[in-house]
């Protein structure tokens, strides 16, 4: 084995141990939130972070997300069979949302509305029922949860892989082509601080109330992020208020208090949905406008230049003027026949 394979396989073994590594990590922040054995969660970075993995560096990381999902659950888990079943399906979720994606012809930028809807339909609420599944139906068969909590158990899964992709995973994918701007106006900045300080604002006040059409308010910041800051603006934006909600939702506070469970993910993953599809396809439908846009005038600036690098046109010397005055394009017949 020559030392360049020997640098290119210790490369791709330590980008396996960062998988696993942020993986376990993001999933000690999830388990903070949980609600169901002290292991199923609204949220569930860890599944976004495997799906943004999966999308950048491709297959070659899966032993990661299962290394990572190995540790996270093998603390919480029943039993070590239990547990290794639940990583099997943390592991062949976020891998059949990857393959989904790409068989849909997914990119990565997210400048287009099919990549958008891809993501949403194909890698979170599609993708994500396997894991919830395979994951509740083991605690149920082990005994470590009675039949009767499969489905809000379920549900709860569902919500928390799927929010981890809808909110995580497009933050990421922006997040590794971020640099910092340059020449940018002072007023851009102060609008980008008021949109945000304005977001998590209304999401507060709407998360504090008791009514949940209150919920409604932050969707004209997002709308205005989408607009304004395109994909980067509306992913940061409905970052901030999903993990507002499902904080709320988590505790049993404000349009969530005073609800059984199954009602709160219901309306918490409806919610979290609608934010998503309203920051991410709008976002991608301004991005893809915005670069049609920009592509149409590059055309007629190089039509415009191919035109004045043409030569004069011949017909045009038929028409220049003559001394002969027989000429009917001399003086006396004044240019005209």
């Known amino acids: 084995m020559t030392n360049q394979e020997l640098r290119r396989r210790g490369a791709e073994t330590l980008l396996v141990l960062a998988v696993a590594v942020v993986y376990y990590g993001a999933a000690r922040l999830g388990l903070l939130e949980q609600l169901v054995r002290g292991q199923v969660t609204p949220l569930w970075p860890p599944t976004g972070i ?14 990661g997300v299962a290394l990572g999902a190995l540790l996270a659950n093998v603390a919480i888990g029943p039993t070590p069979l239990v547990v290794l079943a639940i990583m099997v399906g943390n592991t062949i979720a976020p891998v059949c949302s990857y393959l989904l994606l790409r068989r849909a012809g997914f990119r990565n930028e997210l400048d287009r509305l099919r ?22 139906s083991v605690l149920v068969l082990s005994g470590a949860l009675p039949a009767s909590d499969f489905w809000p158990t379920w549900s709860v899964w569902w919500t928390g892989d799927a929010m981890g992709v809808l909110v995580v995973a ?3 994918l922006v997040l590794r082509k971020v640099r910092w701007p340059r020449g940018v106006a002072l007023r851009r900045w102060a609008e980008a601080v008021t949109l ?13 109330g008791s009514s ?19 994909l980067a603006g509306a992913a940061s934006c ?16 404000g349009p969530f208090a005073h609800k059984d469970l199954f009602t709160n993910m219901v309306t918490l993953q409806a919610f979290n949905g609608a934010t998503a599809l309203t920051a991410l396809l709008l976002a ?22 191919m035109v004045a690098a043409m030569p004069d046109h011949p017909v045009t010397d038929q028409w ?9 394009c001399g003086p006396a017949g004044d240019g005209r026949p």
């Open 50 to 63: 495997a799906v943004a993995g999966l999308l950048v560096f491709g297959l070659r990381i899966w032993p």
């Open 170 to 172: 497009p933050f990421l």
């Open 284 to 305: 991608a439908v301004i991005t893809e406008r915005n670069r049609t846009h920009g592509e149409i005038e590059r055309l007629c600036a190089r039509l415009t230049e």
């Open 320 to 328: 220049q003027t003559s001394d002969d005055p027989e000429d009917p």
């Open 196 to 208: 945000l300080l304005g977001t998590l604002a209304v999401t507060l006040l709407a998360t504090g």
């Open 115 to 136: 990549d958008a809807l891809a993501l949403v339909f194909l890698g979170a609420l599609g993708g994500m029922l396997i894991s919830a599944t395979l994951g509740s």
């Open 212 to 230: 949940a059409s209150l919920l409604f308010l932050v969707f004209p910041f997002l709308i205005w992020a989408a607009f304004r800051f395109e």
């Open 238 to 253: 409905a970052l901030g208020v999903s993990t507002l909600a499902i904080l709320a939702a988590g505790h049993g506070a």
